[in-house]
Nanobody, 124 residues
């Protein structure tokens, strides 16, 4: 059974950086697409960045492109989200997600497996 465990959230000032990690287990991830999503209070869950495990192709939402970088470490079965130049509007619970497929889909409903989430708070 696929399990995803996030870590690395916290409180940071605007302009600062954080790196989120997602340790994955229980699956053959070479056939998976992994994603980072976020959900702020009162808002719908939205995609942040996604990566095809095999080949490493990535896709970002416009508001984080150039500031965030998604990557994966095959040996550690871990996906990362490096977040730089953080803004107060990046404040949310961040979730790691996975689905068995190779299309870079951004719809949360397409993802079958989710982590528990990690809080990121950016103060102004």
């Amino acid at each position: 059974q696929v399990q995803l465990v996030e870590s690395g959230g916290g409180l940071v000032q605007a302009g600062g950086s954080l790196r989120l990690s997602c340790a994955a287990s229980g699956g053959t991830f070479s056939t998976y697409t992994m994603g980072w999503f976020r959900q702020a209070p009162g808002k719908e869950r939205e995609f942040v960045a996604i990566i095809r495990w095999s080949g490493g192709r990535t896709y970002y939402r416009d508001s984080v492109a150039g500031r965030f970088t998604i990557s994966r470490d095959n040996a550690k079965n871990t996906v990362y989200l490096q977040m730089n130049s953080l803004k107060p509007e990046d404040t949310a619970v961040y979730y790691c997600a996975a689905y068995s497929g190779l299309i870079l889909v951004v719809t949360p409903q397409r993802y079958d497996h989710w982590g528990q989430g990690t809080q990121v708070t950016v103060s102004s």
